[in-house]
């Protein structure tokens, strides 16, 4: 506001529902009836999305408004000015106003709907729903549970979630083909999750054994990652074995009846298989190689959801905090949700590490996979993606900034 007008009252306009985040823009001028805005936080113009957006108000000249925490929109005008601000009229602006909040708002009271994948990775979910914590958090959540990381990664991809459990190397191949999502936190790390089951009488004794044969994994995920480095460690050409693409829950009755010799998958799929087909061992390899299981939240939510997404991880951190204390507890939720018996948890627990992070060996851990992947041809792209721009760190920073180690 320039030449120290005086400032009448704010104008107050009661809206339907937004939130109580406080912005302000810069109204720039009026055409046909609508004013443009400029927001001077995100220094954009007209529509733009925040956390209660730049509204196109019918009052002309130079002004702001401001949403309040009664959720209210406050224009404020310089007095000599604003009378004849309403040659614009009022009635449009308000339509557009409340029509605007509509949106808003049902996004706002929609729950967020969270793809969880079907392993002992996501416990911290299994334990934060179970204890009450997500409520505890005033959050509202529609938790699709899935198989496989894979999966859950498409659902986000195509809509049909909001935020997705997966894997840093689902992460690594779709950043090749996509931009639209951004990585909150790992909740999760293992060097034991992923494994290879191999079939009674196939003469497969160490991974050097491995060559000619016929090998069933998710093409694109965490175990396929983890099948050819094993080969490329010890001296094998991933070329002289052929991968065969599998579901996970359809890998054990494929070794059963011979389609492949081998198998690498994660848990509780490896454990399964090895209980399910007779004489099915397991082949060693593990420590090499450390996986991250991270939560993924779509592009479009980033700025307008965060409070929600710090609630959603202020849950996780009370549930790992949980894990952590009370173990015998934490088992049998998992034991519960999982329908698996006390051998495997037993079996799976030292295997886990339970921590809420952004560390800089889960940055170092996808530039070396899409060098692996963009080496052996099976991504397209001259140059891999600047994994710090896949992740989004605000709201765990705002949690606990001591649990961000990436450097930018």
Request: proline share 4%.
């Amino acid at each position: 506001m320039s030449g120290g007008s005086r400032l009448s009252r704010p104008l107050l306009l009661s809206v339907m529902i937004c939130n109580g985040y406080e912005c302000t823009a810069q109204i720039a001028g009026c055409q046909n009836g609508i004013l443009i805005i400029i927001d001077r936080v995100y220094n954009s113009s007209c529509f733009y999305r925040t956390d209660v957006g730049s509204i196109s108000t019918g009052f002309q000249g130079g002004g702001l408004y401001k949403i309040n925490k009664n959720f209210e929109l406050c224009v404020y005008r310089p007095l000599s000015r604003f009378l004849r601000g309403f040659r614009c009229g009022l009635l449009m602006p308000l339509m557009i106003l409340l029509q605007f909040c509509r949106v808003v708002g049902a996004d706002a009271g929609e729950p967020l709907r969270v793809a969880v994948s079907q392993s002992p990775l996501s416990l911290p979910f299994y334990v934060a729903e179970h204890q009450g914590y997500f409520s505890q958090e005033g959050l509202q959540l529609s938790i699709h549970n899935v198989i496989g990381g894979h999966r859950t990664m498409q659902q986000l991809l195509e809509g049909g979630a909001d935020l997705a459990t997966s894997s840093e190397s689902v992460v690594m191949f779709n950043s090749f083909q996509r931009t639209d999502f951004r990585v909150l936190a790992s909740f999760v790390s293992s060097d034991d999750d992923s494994k290879i089951v191999t079939r009674a009488n196939s003469g497969i004794n160490t991974p050097a054994g491995l060559v000619g044969k016929r090998i069933g994994t998710v093409m694109g995920g965490s175990s396929h990652y983890y099948v050819e480095m094993l080969l490329l460690m010890n001296g094998v050409d991933p070329k002289r074995v052929t991968l065969r693409n599998l579901q996970p829950e359809a890998m054990a009755e494929a070794l059963r009846r011979g389609d492949v010799d081998a198998i690498a998958v994660w848990e509780p799929f490896a454990y399964k298989t090895l209980k399910s087909v007779p004489g099915a061992r397991l082949l060693a390899g593990k420590g090499w190689y450390r996986m991250y299981f991270n939560l993924v939240v779509h592009q479009k939510h980033l700025g307008t959801r965060d409070g929600e997404i710090g609630k959603l991880l202020r849950a996780l951190e009370r549930a790992e905090k949980f894990i952590n204390t009370q173990p015998q507890k934490a088992k049998g939720i998992l034991l519960e949700r999982l329908k698996l018996d006390n051998a495997f948890i037993d079996w799976m627990w030292p295997r886990y590490t339970y921590r809420l992070a952004l560390d800089q060996a889960l940055i170092t851990t996808l530039e070396g996979e899409a060098r692996w992947a963009r080496q052996g041809g099976l991504v397209k792209g001259e140059k891999s993606p600047n994994y710090l721009d896949v992740i989004y760190s605000a709201p765990l920073e705002t949690l606990n900034g001591k649990s961000v180690s990436i450097v930018r």
